[in-house]
């Protein structure tokens, strides 16, 4: 870890000015972003701050009546906290440092950026459990490799994306690579599934390859202080909000009217669902950056005795949406690619409020670490491939001091449970609570766990449909190709090397969109090439061989 978190970074972390007057005497360029998500919240702060336009000249279109998109964050005490998930953040993050390092905290000490670096240094992951098997913790577990699968690991780091095509992770290994400790711990940690794009996994090897010599123990893993709807989304929506951004809930776009001019494909007008509500008209000189896709639409929510439904594309509107404008238009991608898919995009997910501390003292003293020092732990032998994370408290701003949160998820949701012979996807929150405290041996305590607790579990059909094998063309560049005043962001745009299901991608497709389109003399920070360092390469080949650190004694 760096000394001050700050290193690698060109940037301030001094709180920016409250509110710049920039002032226009012709007709101020409008901006549309059509979804709620971090992209849409990233893309407008660039073009306030980087594009020079007046925020009341921006306006950010969300369907539903909460901001945030999927990095979300909800309850209360009393009904039960609710995470669909939580995103993996690190060091080389540097389009999301980038656009935090100008957005202060919600109360104003210190930008965002900063308050992540100074909680790492006082709060580093280091896991001493990052596997538990039989109810016993395996500290800093061997990837258990055979030559052939580090060979193979090597020749997916350099072969072409092209020459891998449209296969999958499975086609490449053999067997027996999906039974290894390395596998385990990679797979709960992105939530990969074999079936999953060979193209995904070889960027995820070369993108974080810095991590792989303590990926056994999540070094490097960062943290923010609460949820990342707390500490990220709800920061960056004030500061939009102050310098006057207007945000229309309950707006959901249905449709673009789309229009040849001069030889560029442009947005003319933007067509909404409500009855009675008037399309927008585009002018010459606006912009309209859009979110395609969704990886937790149509998601469902249980109860501590109620499972959630699998719902399905019918069931929301990002796909529709993106089908529409797609027809007959290759350069906005191939949207068929991603939500057919169900069975092998689906997981869920489960938030659980604890009223009593015994929960807590259970993983503190199986794992020997304190809530937000281990990060994830996973079950190996659970049918499910259950993990949980207990961060540390409290998780959500409001949160009472006697109360605690934990979120866990399966990637083997239709295999019947360890303990509760019945799928997960068909558990309810009390029935998951049961499976999981089987895999921790908890037996004495499990009556009073399970009375004073609210498990709230959460099916998501959609949720790695980013993973799946694609081809090239199936996702949109972020400027569509003989496009002028549009540009596509999010989690199913194309940007080659970077890596989907991270914050940093959606960060970085707005940083890119808005670069394009203003046609500004400037790019996004350089996406980290951790294959041209050789002390990387070096320490990661050492650790696929299970070989230690090696230390050099001074010959004095």
């Given at each position: 870890?760096?000394?001050?978190g700050?290193e690698?970074l060109?940037?301030?972390?001094t709180?920016?000015?409250?509110?710049?007057?920039?002032r226009r005497?012709?007709r101020a360029k409008?901006a549309?972003l059509?979804?709620?998500?971090?992209?849409?919240l990233?893309?407008?702060a660039?073009?306030i701050r980087?594009?020079d336009?007046?925020?009341?000249?921006?306006t950010i279109y969300e369907g539903?009546?909460?901001?945030?998109?999927?990095l979300?964050?909800?309850?209360?005490p009393?009904t039960g906290?609710v995470l669909?998930?939580?995103?993996?953040?690190e060091r080389?993050y540097?389009c999301t440092?980038d656009?935090f390092?100008s957005i202060p905290t919600?109360?104003?000490s210190?930008?965002?950026?900063?308050?992540?670096?100074?909680w790492?240094?006082?709060?580093?992951?280091?896991?001493k459990a990052?596997?538990?098997?039989g109810?016993?913790r395996?500290?800093?577990p061997?990837?258990?490799?055979s030559?052939?699968?580090i060979?193979?690991i090597?020749?997916?780091?350099?072969e072409p994306?092209?020459?891998l095509g449209?296969?999958s992770i499975e086609v490449?290994f053999d067997p027996g690579?999906?039974e290894?400790?390395f596998w385990f711990?990679?797979?709960t940690?992105?939530?990969?599934q074999?079936?999953h794009?060979?193209v995904?996994f070889?960027?995820?090897l070369?993108?974080f390859?810095h991590?792989v010599?303590?990926f056994d123990r999540l070094n490097?893993?960062?943290r923010?202080?609460?949820?990342q709807?707390?500490?990220m989304v709800?920061?960056?929506?004030?500061?939009?909000?102050?310098?006057?951004?207007?945000?229309?809930?309950g707006?959901r776009?249905?449709?673009?009217?789309?229009?040849?001019?001069?030889?560029s494909t442009?947005v003319?007008r933007?067509l909404?669902?409500?009855p009675?509500?008037e399309?927008?008209?585009?002018?010459v000189?606006?912009?309209?950056l859009?979110t395609?896709?969704?990886?937790?639409?149509?998601?469902s929510?249980?109860?501590m005795?109620?499972?959630?439904?699998?719902k399905?594309?019918s069931?929301g509107?990002a796909?529709t949406?993106?089908e529409?404008i797609a027809?007959?238009r290759p350069e906005f991608?191939r949207?068929?690619a991603f939500?057919g898919?169900?069975g092998e995009s689906k997981?869920?997910?489960?938030?659980?409020t604890?009223?009593?501390?015994?929960?807590l003292?259970?993983?503190?003293?199986l794992t020997?670490n304190?809530?937000g020092?281990?990060?994830?732990?996973?079950?190996?032998?659970?049918n499910?491939?259950?993990?949980?994370?207990?961060?540390?408290?409290?998780h959500?701003?409001?949160?009472p001091d006697?109360?605690?949160?934990?979120?866990?998820?399966g990637?083997r949701?239709?295999?019947?449970g360890?303990?509760?012979k019945?799928a997960?996807s068909?558990?309810s929150?009390?029935?998951i609570m049961?499976e999981?405290?089987?895999?921790?041996?908890v037996?004495?305590e499990a009556?009073s766990?399970?009375k004073?607790c609210?498990c709230?579990?959460?099916?998501?059909p959609?949720i790695t449909s980013?993973f799946?094998?694609?081809?090239p063309?199936?996702?949109?560049?972020?400027i569509?190709?003989?496009?002028?005043?549009?540009?596509?962001?999010?989690?199913?745009c194309?940007m080659p090397?970077?890596?989907?299901?991270t914050v940093?991608?959606?960060?970085?497709?707005?940083?890119?969109?808005?670069?394009g389109?203003?046609?500004?003399?400037?790019?996004?920070p350089?996406i980290?090439?951790g294959?041209?360092?050789?002390?990387?390469?070096f320490r990661a080949?050492?650790?696929?061989?299970?070989?230690g650190?090696i230390?050099?004694?001074s010959?004095?």
């Amino acid at each position: 870890m760096m000394a001050t978190g700050c290193e690698d970074l060109d940037m301030s972390f001094t709180t920016p000015d409250p509110l710049p007057d920039r002032r226009r005497t012709d007709r101020a360029k409008q901006a549309y972003l059509v979804g709620g998500g971090i992209a849409s919240l990233a893309a407008a702060a660039f073009l306030i701050r980087d594009g020079d336009l007046l925020a009341r000249d921006i306006t950010i279109y969300e369907g539903s009546d909460r901001i945030g998109g999927s990095l979300d964050g909800c309850g209360s005490p009393q009904t039960g906290y609710v995470l669909r998930g939580g995103r993996m953040i690190e060091r080389k993050y540097l389009c999301t440092y980038d656009l935090f390092s100008s957005i202060p905290t919600l109360d104003d000490s210190k930008t965002v950026t900063k308050e992540i670096f100074d909680w790492n240094e006082t709060m580093k992951t280091s896991s001493k459990a990052r596997l538990v098997r039989g109810g016993r913790r395996e500290t800093a577990p061997k990837f258990g490799l055979s030559e052939k699968d580090i060979l193979t690991i090597e020749r997916l780091a350099i072969e072409p994306e092209v020459l891998l095509g449209d296969t999958s992770i499975e086609v490449q290994f053999d067997p027996g690579f999906f039974e290894t400790d390395f596998w385990f711990m990679w797979c709960t940690t992105f939530a990969f599934q074999p079936w999953h794009s060979a193209v995904e996994f070889k960027r995820y090897l070369l993108r974080f390859s810095h991590m792989v010599a303590g990926f056994d123990r999540l070094n490097g893993i960062m943290r923010t202080v609460y949820n990342q709807y707390d500490s990220m989304v709800l920061p960056l929506r004030k500061w939009l909000e102050e310098r006057g951004v207007i945000f229309k809930f309950g707006a959901r776009v249905t449709d673009l009217d789309l229009k040849v001019r001069d030889g560029s494909t442009v947005v003319d007008r933007i067509l909404f669902a409500q009855p009675g509500t008037e399309a927008i008209t585009v002018g010459v000189d606006d912009l309209v950056l859009i979110t395609l896709g969704s990886m937790t639409d149509a998601s469902s929510l249980g109860s501590m005795d109620d499972a959630p439904q699998l719902k399905g594309k019918s069931d929301g509107d990002a796909w529709t949406f993106w089908e529409r404008i797609a027809k007959g238009r290759p350069e906005f991608g191939r949207p068929s690619a991603f939500p057919g898919h169900v069975g092998e995009s689906k997981w869920m997910s489960f938030t659980t409020t604890l009223h009593d501390d015994g929960f807590l003292h259970v993983v503190r003293d199986l794992t020997g670490n304190v809530p937000g020092e281990g990060g994830l732990i996973t079950f190996p032998d659970s049918n499910w491939l259950v993990s949980i994370v207990v961060p540390h408290q409290p998780h959500f701003i409001g949160q009472p001091d006697d109360v605690s949160v934990l979120w866990g998820y399966g990637l083997r949701v239709d295999e019947p449970g360890n303990f509760v012979k019945k799928a997960m996807s068909a558990c309810s929150g009390r029935e998951i609570m049961t499976e999981l405290l089987g895999h921790l041996h908890v037996e004495a305590e499990a009556a009073s766990i399970l009375k004073s607790c609210i498990c709230i579990p959460c099916m998501m059909p959609f949720i790695t449909s980013q993973f799946l094998r694609r081809a090239p063309g199936d996702r949109p560049l972020v400027i569509p190709t003989g496009t002028k005043n549009l540009a596509i962001i999010g989690q199913f745009c194309e940007m080659p090397k970077d890596v989907v299901f991270t914050v940093e991608y959606s960060v970085r497709s707005a940083q890119t969109a808005v670069y394009g389109l203003l046609k500004l003399n400037r790019k996004p920070p350089a996406i980290h090439q951790g294959k041209f360092d050789p002390r990387v390469l070096f320490r990661a080949f050492l650790a696929l061989h299970d070989v230690g650190p090696i230390v050099v004694e001074s010959a004095a």
